[in-house]
């Protein structure tokens, strides 16, 4: 029997709604491929973000809704995206110029693992055409002047995604500046993890328990 949960994780949809309104005004913004993607349909009406893919695109607007999707209009995860009024679209020489020149902002990037000193270890040499192995990732985690990730707090074997140090190759050494998981906001400082969030329900001692490193709490 699988014991009932003592807390309610954040969703997909608020975990992005957190990151979005997380975003200050005016930034330029990478979303990384899967999870991070949701972002682009939870930005604030009013508040000015400019969504970048490195395949192309700067101007990204939300996911495209059911028989609006146009076949030639794709991000860098091969996802079906739309244009805001005045995007551009331009050679993925130039869009990784923006990002290796420190133009861009944040990303946001999914993870296997993130340390406590900020290390991420993100990609993987995928077996099938979905994903674009470790694609444009080394660049934006080293590139861009924010680095947030979206992931799971833990696999879905039940190990904890935070951790002292990462056991899989690293993405980038001390890239990583804040966490958003189902469980909590995180971030990553000098000192090591601090808590800024937690999902309803869940106590210190519990999330303590599902991640890898020591926690302090700084709570919002």
Same mark, same amino acid.
């Given at each position: 029997m699988t014991a009932a949960l003592d807390h309610t994780p954040f969703s997909r949809k608020e975990m992005a709604d957190l990151v979005a309104n997380d975003i200050a005004e005016g930034w330029y913004v990478n979303l990384g491929i899967g999870l991070p993607t949701l972002v682009a349909d939870h930005i604030p009406a009013g508040r000015e973000v400019v969504l970048h893919s490195e395949n192309g695109i700067l101007g990204m607007g939300p996911v495209p809704g059911p028989n609006e999707a146009d076949p030639w209009l794709v991000n860098a995860g091969k996802e079906n995206v739309t244009l805001v009024a005045g995007a551009a679209l331009f050679h993925h020489a130039d869009s990784f110029a923006m990002i290796r020149g420190g133009h861009i902002d944040l990303c946001v990037l999914g993870a296997f693992e993130i340390a406590e000193t900020g290390d991420l270890a993100n990609w993987s040499t995928s077996g099938s055409d979905r994903t674009p192995a470790v694609g444009g990732a080394m660049d934006l985690a080293a590139g861009a002047r924010n680095v947030w990730v979206m992931t799971t707090h833990v696999t879905k074997a039940g190990q904890p995604k935070l951790v002292q140090q990462c056991r899989y190759p690293l993405t980038a050494a001390k890239a990583v500046n804040r966490v958003? *998981? =189902? /469980? !909590?906001?995180? =971030?990553?400082?000098? @000192? @090591?993890?601090?808590?800024? !969030? &937690? !999902?309803? @329900? &869940?106590? $210190?001692?519990? /999330? $303590?328990? +599902?991640?890898?490193?020591? +926690?302090?709490? *700084? /709570?919002?």
């Open positions: 958003y *998981s =189902d /469980l !909590a906001v995180i =971030d990553v400082t000098e @000192g @090591g993890f601090v808590v800024r !969030a &937690m !999902a309803p @329900g &869940m106590t $210190q001692g519990r /999330l $303590q328990e +599902l991640t890898g490193a020591p +926690l302090t709490f *700084s /709570l919002r």
